[in-house]
């Protein structure tokens, strides 16, 4: 006798669990090592590179203590009303010290940055003094290392500044040369291959839209995993379309084991008869599929493909243009991350009142495609279809709900992912 009707395709049959996503995330983070050599690369080409070891600095910053004004230097703090005190011939700018020890009880004109000589420990601001007749004149209090800079007090020589699994970014640079760093030790970049299978899917560009035949689709998935691959730091590679054929498939898996470290691809990755993705990689190769208790996503496929002694990581990810976006988000973001050299990655999310309402039931984590309104609240996209593509380009960022019941209204606060965050 066939099942009772549940009309629930969240469902599963008896006996079988979902994967609560925090399991399913931790199992992931658990089975990721970085998979790339180290090279060193200029620091003009260090801008999203993953940075291989710890780093100290090579020198402090500042090197020696300087002037943070321009101004007159003298020694110790101005404690009278009315301070007077004689110039000393000369001046200690930027690039070009004063020579010598600066006399006591004189004052010295000195420049920003310019290093302090021995003997001044203080500078007054050159808006704040008179000077006339070689005799320089101010109103004081002023404390001792007033509009100085200490030597070292940014950091230190062997001071460490950087952490290895950091991308780097163009703010990084400026740090590293203070640093005394031209150079610095990264990961390779990681290439990942995108393809695309399926008999229906149809590449944008090859076939006019009024000539496409019933039941053709578009490939969105692979540009769209192409390019959030870039957006991520990795080299995305483009594997093109594997018909529905097993001989297909395993060939186009031989070619990507030699051109790339890991592979996506969406779809053909459940239990249907043209899942050919998860049939191959059971009979040839290995593959753990998990049903996530997540919604949009569930099916998701991690294989290994034999590449000579290596294996090839396959990540599959659903067919639905939104599930896939979302478990790419979510799964293959931070493992790639890891394989890159990175640390395990975790978004940020923000606390914002709601601008929608919504009942939600037990047992999955839901993600809303979401935006930030004028307002500071986060607003939903119209559908929860896994198929509203245009949602995805609507949205920027994501609502995530928890695996526990609750009710949203206006005003409620929940908790927004940028895209951003993903990094």
């Not at 943070?68 to 000393?88: Q, R, S």
């Not at 808006?127 to 070689?134: F, L, N, T």
């Not at 990084?172 to 150079?183: Q, R, T, V």
């Not at 209204?409 to 993903?422: A, K, M």
Request: proline content about 7%; some cysteine.
């Amino acid at each position: 006798m066939p099942p009772r009707l549940r009309n629930d395709c969240f469902a599963l049959p008896a006996g079988v669990d979902w994967v609560p996503l925090d399991e399913a995330l931790a199992r992931l983070r658990a089975r990721v090592t970085p998979v790339v050599p180290v090279e060193q690369v200029a620091l003009a080409d260090s801008r999203g590179r993953v940075l291989a070891q710890d780093l100290m600095a090579l020198r402090g910053n500042p090197p020696s203590a300087n002037s943070a004004v321009d101004g007159y230097g003298f020694a110790g703090a101005a404690l009278d009303e009315l301070v007077t005190l004689p110039l000393a011939p000369g001046r200690s700018a930027a690039g070009e010290p004063y020579e010598g020890a600066l006399p006591q009880g004189y004052a010295l004109r000195i420049l920003t940055g310019a290093i302090l000589p021995e003997g001044m420990q203080t500078v007054v601001l050159q808006e704040d003094v008179e000077v006339s007749g070689g005799k320089l004149q101010f109103y004081g209090p002023l404390k001792q290392g007033a509009n100085t800079r200490r030597a070292g007090e940014d950091f230190e020589a062997g001071d460490p500044i950087l952490k290895a699994g950091r991308r780097l970014r163009g703010e990084d640079a400026a740090l590293l040369a203070a640093a005394g760093y031209a150079e610095v030790p990264v990961h390779r970049r990681l290439r990942v291959g995108v393809f695309s299978n399926g008999d229906e899917v149809i590449a944008p560009g090859t076939v006019a839209p009024e000539n496409m035949g019933a039941g053709k689709i578009y490939d969105s998935n692979r540009p769209m995993l192409l390019s959030l691959l870039q957006e991520w730091g990795f080299e995305a590679v483009d594997l093109g379309h594997v018909a529905d054929s097993r001989d297909a498939l395993r060939s186009r898996l031989d070619t990507a084991a030699e051109a790339v470290d890991a592979v996506l691809t969406s779809g053909g990755v459940s239990t249907g008869d043209e899942d050919h993705v998860s049939a191959l990689l059971r009979a040839e190769g290995r593959i753990d599929s998990w049903r996530i208790a997540i919604k949009p996503g569930r099916p998701l496929a991690l294989g290994l493909w034999p590449a000579g002694e290596a294996l090839l990581p396959i990540f599959g990810l659903p067919g639905n243009p939104v599930a896939a976006m979302v478990t790419a988000l979510l799964f293959a973001r931070p493992a790639l991350g890891v394989m890159g050299g990175e640390a395990w990655r975790q978004p940020q999310g923000y606390m914002v009142p709601a601008a929608f309402s919504k009942n939600k039931k037990r047992g999955r984590r839901e993600f809303l495609r979401a935006r930030m309104n004028s307002d500071g609240q986060a607003e939903v996209f119209r559908s929860e279809g896994s198929g509203r593509i245009s949602g995805l380009s609507w949205a920027d960022g994501l609502v995530e709900l928890p695996d526990e019941p609750c009710t949203i209204s206006e005003g409620t606060l929940v908790r927004y992912i940028p895209y951003s965050s993903f990094g």
